[in-house]
């Protein structure tokens, strides 16, 4: 049984704070009593080791990359090099204050501009914001941007194009800033439809969102005429950065005719993930779209670093300050570790790493998409479920041979989807492993199927019942127990099952 | 330096595996034209060399260990024990992924459930989710939420809430056609009167940042009770250091409480990565944007973990989500966890009266420096704005001569605010910075 931390008790003084001084009554008597907190919070007593204790025992739970094969597509699961983190401990980059005069925070700016320097050059594009916390808000950024440029140019646009392979935060985002969202078809090759799109062009379009290679891990080949027929009836083109890991050296985005390009560092540019976070989504534009960028700018004048004075067409401010800077001090590390050789190593390698699994694999497992793949690809396992076993269990099953499971169900039109992403930093061996155990798997699925139905059975707790955790959700421990710890109003059911709540984007 | 693993020899098996005979083969799909440029990128550097080079622009930094720090509005140079790092930067919470692969992650899952729990403890709210990006985007999501369920046009953003947040506002809600109305500040706090005008029945929320930007404590029962007699929702960002004394937004009956998560564990850092957090009541739960983790059992009956309520989220409902929130700060909200288990109870409440014992002790004293006068009456925590009647640029040439970085000048949001400076003051500082404070504004002409 896992314990709460809120279910064991020992002595917390909070030694590691300093003494008051004065007695406990006399400051609260100078608390007016409108403002006083009237009922304790009930958190744990736990002494410092009883607190280390519980969050090791914890973590040791959890699978990482740090020591797990983890294909997990379209996440980018690379390694993340350890220098990058003390760079960003250090205390001259996370001991300072973001309202500090522009004199005394002259390293980081040079930090902030350089990267924003590093990005343009990488992705072809004419300026950067790193503003964005993360992709999905990146995309929010962008189209705010897309929003602001139509207005400011009087054209009444009302609509989104989005492939039907698309991340879910692409529409998502489309309707959050009052968009219609309008799907484009995938042929059977596994491109966007040019035909499907050219027929859904017209005047109200406001941009076209996409990524390429595009979820399916394939090349747009017809990327140049999609963003000219686009162009033509006055929309703009996003690039979705989820699979630029594919492109560093090979080609830029900013060529190929996206004007708006989001990049995704805690992917690209081995920001780790954080079992969730923080990430950093940089967002860079064309020419015409600078004015539109969030504020403030940093700006470099003569050997200064300053942030831009006013700009009046901005669309205002993400968040507060500017960007996770601990997450893009990382980045930028990592880019000049690297270099523009080290970088093409990364995209030639992730490439290579791909179409090794894909070929291997194919000898056993259905690959919808005949060709050569970037960077990641999309196998299916209806093979696989005709002798009774699903891309669900295959990917539980994998957890028991110590390998993270791969992306299942998604993209959404390729059925028992399972999208493999090996990346650079995984060597021949790992990938050579890999196959094995997907071979042993499949023998398994013939001789004894039950050991896959019932996987895993060597991780903390077997599978779980989500269908109970949603119709009675416990979302949290009460410290006053005389309250139920489930809400009292009924919770609708999800509308899909618990096998298409797979990882999507990180 | 590259992070690469295969061989040479790898490299040619693998091009072999797949049929070809060159890289180039595998992207000729790639227009040739499109595969010439220059990167602007330079050449790559060792380990040693990268480390040498960024302690070197490091030194262009003045930071907080140098310098005494009075800087505030959002972020805070609080104490970050040693065992908040220590756990969180473990490779198996900083390179895992999402925890949707749920029997693989059960200590990211059941680490984001006591998160979410101390939350709801910490502002006596119903329910938490797994985090946001910051404060302000928090407030703005807030909004967001209470536009949709009350299906009213209005947020009313006093002049008291952060200037950077009402930005953060106006930015996300520039599409969706809603009204923000300002409403004016009286004494560095909410103007009652004027609150009262703007309350019709076309207001959504009312949003109530507690302490304020100026460091005042609001008449918040008062404000709340205004706001739901005329049916809105009340949002409440509050300082979670302040709530170890301070009424908490569930105890005056806000409906969201949301709030900036930096003081809970995480080094300021230029500003992020921090985290969001983000509480509601209740009624609201269904709503609710981003991430939850619920306990559940396995097939064994055992406790388990797992991402829950997921039909509100991006990936299941694309156009129709609650928010496009998808990635979001749980490693910073993992720091928030284990610093409160580390403070406790015991711990909550004295670190929260150290710091209004030391903001009081500094303001008392500035006020007693010739040409230094009150700006609010109002009460505060742990931040307040006093009226120095000396030249900017002598004052910040004698601060930084003294090794002080701030205060905020209020000038930099609004120009009315001349000479008007903003001091936070935490647990960090020390009375041998109050006498350099002192000294260096006494110095100035």
């Known amino acids: ?506 | 330096m590259q992070y690469i693993s295969n061989t040479a020899n790898d490299k040619k098996e693998m091009l072999h595996a797949v049929g070809v005979s060159s890289f180039d083969e595998l992207i000729a799909k790639v227009p040739k034209h499109l595969q010439k440029f220059e990167m602007g990128v330079p050449a790559g550097i060792s380990e040693l060399e990268l480390v040498r080079e960024m302690v070197e622009t490091g030194r262009a930094n003045h930071h907080f260990h140098h310098y005494a720090s009075y800087l505030g509005a959002g972020n805070y140079d609080h104490f970050i024990p040693t065992v908040v790092n220590h756990l969180a930067l473990r490779g198996e919470f900083i390179t895992s992924y999402t925890p949707y692969q749920g029997e693989a992650s059960q200590g990211t899952l059941q680490s984001i459930y006591e998160y979410q729990s101390l939350m709801c403890e910490l502002t006596a709210m119903d329910y938490s989710n797994a985090s946001m990006y910051d404060g302000a985007s928090s407030l703005a999501e807030a909004a967001l939420l209470a536009l949709r369920s009350s299906g009213r046009k209005k947020i009313l953003i006093p002049d008291s809430v952060h200037p950077e947040y009402r930005t953060v506002v106006k930015t996300y809600l520039s599409f969706v056609g809603a009204e923000i109305i300002h409403v004016p500040s009286k004494d560095a706090g909410v103007d009652m009167a004027a609150l009262e005008k703007a309350l019709d029945s076309d207001v959504a929320a009312v949003v109530l940042q507690q302490p304020n930007f100026f460091g005042s404590l609001e008449e918040a029962t008062e404000i709340t009770q205004k706001t739901h007699a005329a049916g809105a929702l009340l949002i409440a960002c509050v300082n979670p250091i302040s709530l170890g004394i301070i009424q908490p937004p569930g105890e005056y009956g806000a409906d969201i409480a949301v709030g900036e998560g930096q003081p809970l564990g995480n080094a300021v850092a230029f500003g992020g990565p921090h985290f969001g957090f983000f509480t509601v009541k209740e009624e609201l739960l269904r709503k609710i944007p981003g991430r939850i983790a619920g306990m559940t059992v396995d097939k064994a009956g055992r406790r388990s973990f797992v991402l829950t309520l997921q039909a509100r989220e991006q990936h299941i409902r694309r156009e129709k989500a609650t928010s496009n929130i998808c990635t979001n700060h749980s490693l910073c909200a993992l720091k928030g966890a284990i610093y409160l288990s580390l403070l406790g109870k015991k711990g909550l409440k004295k670190l929260a009266l150290i710091n209004w014992k030391n903001a009081h002790d500094t303001y008392k004293k500035l006020l007693t420096i010739k040409g230094v006068k009150p700006f609010s009456s109002r009460s505060f925590f742990n931040e307040f704005a006093v009226v120095i009647e000396k030249d900017e640029s002598s004052l910040r040439a004698s601060l930084e001569n003294h090794k002080i970085l701030g205060p905020l000048s209020l000038k930099r949001f609004d120009a009315h605010h001349k000479n008007a400076y903003l001091f936070a003051v935490t647990e960090n500082r020390t009375p041998a910075d109050l006498d350099r404070l002192v000294k260096a504004i006494e110095g100035a002409k």
């Open chain 1, 1 to 506: 049984m896992s314990e709460l931390i809120f279910e064991r008790n020992s002595l917390n003084e909070a030694s590691w704070l300093p003494e008051l001084g004065e007695p406990e009554e006399k400051i609260l008597s100078q608390v007016p009593e409108k403002f006083l907190r009237k009922k304790e919070a009930g958190l744990p007593s736990l002494s410092e080791l009883d607190v280390v204790r519980h969050f090791t025992r914890l973590s040791q739970k959890n699978f990482c990359v740090d020591a797990n094969f983890y294909p997990l597509g379209s996440c980018t699961m690379k390694y993340n090099p350890k220098a990058l983190d003390s760079i960003a401990s250090m205390d001259s980059f996370s001991q300072i204050h973001p309202y500090q005069e522009e004199s005394g925070v002259q390293g980081a700016l040079k930090v902030l501009y350089e990267m924003q320097t590093f990005l343009c050059g990488i992705t072809g594009m004419d300026e950067f914001t790193l503003q964005p916390a993360a992709g999905a808000h990146g995309e929010l950024c962008g189209l705010l941007m897309v929003g602001a440029y139509h207005r400011f140019k009087k054209r009444h646009k009302t609509k989104v194009l989005i492939p039907d392979s698309a991340h879910g935060t692409n529409p998502a985002t489309a309707a959050l800033c009052g968009y219609e969202v309008v799907q484009v078809k995938t042929n059977a090759k596994g491109h966007v439809d040019l035909e499907d799109l050219k027929s859904k062009l017209d005047d109200s379009i406001a941009c076209l969102m996409m990524t390429n290679p595009n979820t399916l891990g394939l090349f747009e080949e017809d990327i140049l005429e999609i963003a000219k027929s686009v162009h033509q009836v006055g929309g703009l083109v996003y690039y979705d950065g989820a699979n630029m890991n594919a492109l560093l050296g090979v080609c830029r985005p900013g060529d190929m005719g996206f004007d708006i390009v989001h990049l995704n560092l805690h992917k690209t540019f081995a920001v780790p993930h954080g079992s969730g976070g923080p990430g950093s989504g940089p967002v860079g534009v064309k020419k015409e779209l600078i004015p539109f960028l969030p504020e403030p700018r940093i700006l470099k004048t003569g050997d200064r670093y300053t942030f831009e004075a006013s700009a009046p067409q901005s669309i205002g401010k993400l968040r507060s300050f500017y960007g996770n800077f601990g997450a893009i001090i990382r980045s930028y590390g990592y880019i000049k570790a690297l270099g523009k050789e080290g970088l093409k190593a990364v995209s030639e390698n992730a490439i290579l790493n791909a179409n090794y699994l894909k070929a291997k694999l194919s000898d056993f497992f259905e690959v919808p998409h005949a060709g050569h793949c970037m960077h990641e690809f999309v196998m299916s396992a209806k093979k696989q479920k005709a002798r009774g076993v699903k891309a669900l269990d295959i990917a539980k099953r994998l957890l028991d041979y110590g390998v993270h499971a791969p992306t299942i169900y998604f993209p959404l039109i390729v059925e028992e989807a399972m999208m493999i992403e090996p990346t650079e930093t995984e060597s021949k061996t790992t990938l050579d492993e890999f196959i094995q155990i997907l071979r042993a798997i499949d023998k398994e699925i013939t001789e004894t199927p039950n050991i896959v139905l019932e996987a895993p059975h060597s991780t903390p707790v077997s599978r779980i019942d989500e269908v109970t955790a949603a119709r009675q959700p416990n979302l949290r421990y009460r410290a006053d127990s005389s309250r139920p710890a489930t809400p009292s109003f009924p919770v609708p059911r999800p509308e899909q099952s618990a096998n298409c709540c797979e990882p999507i984007k990180g």
